[in-house]
């Protein structure tokens, strides 16, 4: 895989082009400048290029808006080609000069300008001036309207060639890190990446997009997803936070595992319970991480961990046993266990349980409790059941007579057939099929 890095200065559009190179809506887009921070990154359909959207450029000695930039330029120093992006309508910028030289500077692989927000050339600027910052013929291009992607394929094909689907790609575990803001979720990915990848400062929302990183960890491959910090409603008065929060939630669908981050030092809010319940409705496997365990008191700590661990069992019928682990992401202690511990999670929810086995266990728990009567009185049937489904677990019922199942007695068997087949940790979800009596209709 090659690397394209998307560059320039705050609001031209590069967050739209990234989004519309890799096909997806994964940068978040808004008019007010500076938006992105982190440096995220996606698949070219069909093409061996993976894309960064980078912050825009900004000259700044401290804060966030250096941090963003700090990585920027990292990336920068990185690619394999660059698309170097500048605002047709606004015209040639001192800042787009000064941070031309610095991609000079600092990379001497080939650069694509393009003059972005192109839509009518009524409302160009003198696009000769764009000459002046030394990357040869722009291209006018649409981010929006998806003008001038041709050109921008042949640019990549011409140094990559065409591509192919990667080898493992189904593979590759989907992890999504969330969490209320300030909890220590992009220390926990830099802390798994090996790097800084992801801006880390004591002040709640720093990070806004969803941010997704391939990479190997603990001998799999997965790709990791931080995302923005989620608060309860009441505090979020600021659109672009909205659109946030709405991202980090579509994260879990995207997922195959949440870890859910929440501070040890703290009690756990509603909010939190709020997310796990989300990811348990969503059939995800879920991992509630107890980040800054080493700031816990020793002598307070096993009491802490059995009422959070009674907190979560009892907010929900969805689950037995939550996964609940002690971390210390700034440390790196317990990291690799709670890997470990969700990979096997992983592994036990792609097998296959014998239909012998299920119909057995399921035998007994009707034994040992009947189904209730439906509102008609009329008896249920268990005949037949089997699994037909992984990630997660789905269990197929083949029932007579009655078919308004009361949840009570789902759960009954939830949680009987979790605790006989050991999938204590894991959703299972449960769907009856109702066998028609062929002598009905006559």
């Known amino acids: ?95 787009d000069l000064e941070w031309a030289k610095l991609v000079h500077k600092k990379s001497k692989a080939p650069a694509l300008l393009l003059v972005n927000k192109s839509e009518s050339s009524k409302r160009l600027s003198d696009i000769h001036d764009f000459y002046k910052l030394g990357f040869g013929e722009p291209l006018l291009i649409s981010a929006e309207h998806k003008r001038g992607f041709d050109e921008i394929y042949e640019f990549m094909d011409k140094i990559g060639g065409i591509e192919q689907e990667t080898e493992n790609e189904d593979k590759t575990i989907k992890v999504a890190v969330l969490g209320q803001p300030n909890v220590g979720k992009s220390t926990f990915v830099n ?54 929060a709405l991202k980090s939630l579509d994260a879990i669908e995207k997922s195959d595992i949440v870890i859910l981050i929440v501070d040890a030092t703290k009690n756990i809010e509603n909010q939190a319970l709020s997310i796990a319940a989300r990811v348990y409705d969503a059939g995800k496997i879920l991992c509630v991480a107890l980040n800054k365990w080493d700031l816990v008191e020793e002598a307070e700590r096993d009491d802490k961990l059995l009422k959070l661990k009674h907190q979560f069992t009892n907010s929900f019928h969805q689950i037995i046993k939550p996964l609940i682990l002690a971390i210390s992401a700034e440390k790196g202690t317990g990291v690799q266990n709670l890997f470990k511990r969700i990979y096997e999670q992983w592994d036990i929810s792609n097998t296959d349980a014998p239909t012998s086995l299920i119909n057995r266990i399921i035998e007994k728990l009707v034994a040992e409790r009947q189904p209730p009567m439906s509102r008609l009185k009329r008896p249920m049937k268990i005949k037949f059941a089997r699994q037909t489904g992984h990630h997660p677990i789905k269990i197929t019922i083949n029932v007579g007579g009655a078919s308004d199942i009361p949840e009570s007695y789902t759960r009954y068997l939830r949680r009987g057939i979790a605790t006989a087949l050991k999938m204590e940790h894991l959703p299972i979800i449960i769907e009856y099929k109702k066998e028609e009596n062929p002598f009905d209709n006559n």
């Open 191 to 244: 802390r798994v990446l090996g790097e800084n990848r992801q801006i880390v400062m004591d002040a709640p929302g720093i990070t806004r997009d969803t941010v997704k990183i391939p990479t190997r960890f603990y001998g799999r491959d997965i790709v990791i997803m931080d995302t923005a910090g989620l608060r309860r409603k009441a505090g979020v008065t600021d659109d672009v936070e909205t659109l946030s």
């Open 1 to 95: 895989m090659k690397n394209i890095v998307i560059v320039g200065r705050p609001n031209t559009g590069k967050s739209t082009l990234f989004n519309g190179l890799t096909n997806s809506r994964d940068a978040l887009v808004h008019d007010r400048p500076g938006v992105t921070r982190d440096t995220i990154s996606g698949r070219v359909p069909n093409r061996p290029w993976t894309v960064f959207d980078t912050a825009g450029l900004e000259n700044a000695k401290s804060g966030v808006a250096q941090n963003s930039t700090d990585m920027a330029i990292k990336t920068i120093e990185n690619a394999d080609a660059i698309l170097f992006v500048v605002d047709g309508r606004v015209g040639l910028n001192p800042m």
